[in-house]
């Protein structure tokens, strides 16, 4: 009988929230692995692309008022979803919520633009100050989420307004002195809200100089990040003093191999998906990493991919 029970409930789940998305926008059992940039990870009970903030405030309600678990992803770049998957709802923001606009020295832009398709509108604006973001492979909600950062530049310098929604279905705006950014850090990691709409402040610029800029972040990147294989971008936080690819290397541990993961032997800092890995390669990959370098070192790594699921 409880079985059955939890089955009306899910259907009464499914009929909801097709009320309120269009067809494409909500997927059921749907494997993690296609839909984040290490190719890993089991099914999502139900995954759900919003493309308005009205569409976030009903979901929200219907996640509320079915009392269902849930969790928020960007472009699915900075994150390890374990084998057996995320129970409940995931709430990913991707094309449907990826709008653009220019208001003078301003942009606003969905959640779910992606954070290289944002530089090349500023550059196309005449605007400077996204550069450092051509090259990082997420959303812009992920982004201003951890505060992401690249080549001395990082969201906390271009973000003045964030449009959010609580988990209790209320929209909110923080102006820039409420975001408390920090090192990969934001108020919405403290908070729990839902990051739906960004406002930058940039600044007018030279196309040329902007686009040189872009060059040369581009050529760097991809000259030493090893971009033809999966991966969730740098997978440890800097540790304070040191680098941690640098000291991963100097470990002797480029190229150390779990299963299908691998420490990238184009650059250390990265464990790459180099073939059908686990999220469990992953896992004792980085453990391996973290124990050698602990007992060479004495440093403590720490991941800097969020960890999700079960």
């Known amino acids: 009988m409880a079985v059955n029970t939890e089955n009306a409930l899910n259907q009464e789940f499914i009929r909801k929230i097709q009320e309120i998305v269009q067809p494409g926008q909500l997927f059921v059992q749907e494997p993690m692995s296609k839909h984040t940039t290490f190719n890993i990870g089991g099914p999502a009970d139900y995954l759900i692309f919003p493309s308005t903030i009205d569409e976030v405030v009903s979901i929200f309600n219907v996640i509320r008022e079915m009392n269902m678990p849930f969790t928020v992803l960007g472009n699915g770049s900075n994150v390890l979803v374990l084998d057996n998957g995320i129970r409940g709802a995931v709430v990913k923001f991707h094309a449907p919520m990826s709008y653009k606009r220019q208001s003078g020295n301003k942009i606003i832009a969905g959640a779910g633009a992606y954070l290289k398709h944002v530089s090349q509108y500023a550059l196309e604006c005449g605007l400077t100050g996204m550069e450092f973001a051509c090259g990082i492979p997420g959303s812009l909600g992920g982004a201003v989420f951890m505060n992401a950062g690249a080549y001395d530049g990082e969201m906390k310098n271009v ?27 934001s108020v919405f990691q403290d908070n729990g809200q839902i990051i739906c709409e960004i406002t930058m402040e940039l600044q007018p610029g030279d196309k040329e100089a902007i686009k040189a800029k872009m060059d040369d972040f581009t050529f760097r990147r991809e000259s030493k990040q090893p971009l033809e294989l999966p991966s969730a971008g740098s997978t440890f936080k800097r540790p304070e003093g040191y680098f941690a690819g640098t000291l991963i290397d100097q470990t002797g541990l480029k190229g150390l191999q779990v299963g299908g993961a691998q420490i990238s032997t184009k650059h250390a800092g990265f464990v790459v998906n180099s073939g059908n890995a686990t999220a469990k390669d992953v896992l004792n990959l980085i453990k391996a990493v973290q124990d050698e370098v602990y007992a060479r070192n004495g440093v403590k790594l720490f991941p800097e991919v969020r960890i999700i699921g079960e």
């Open 159 to 185: 973000v003045t307004q964030v449009r959010t929604v609580t988990q209790s279905g209320e929209v909110l705006t923080y102006e820039q002195d409420q975001l408390d950014f920090a090192y990969r850090h």
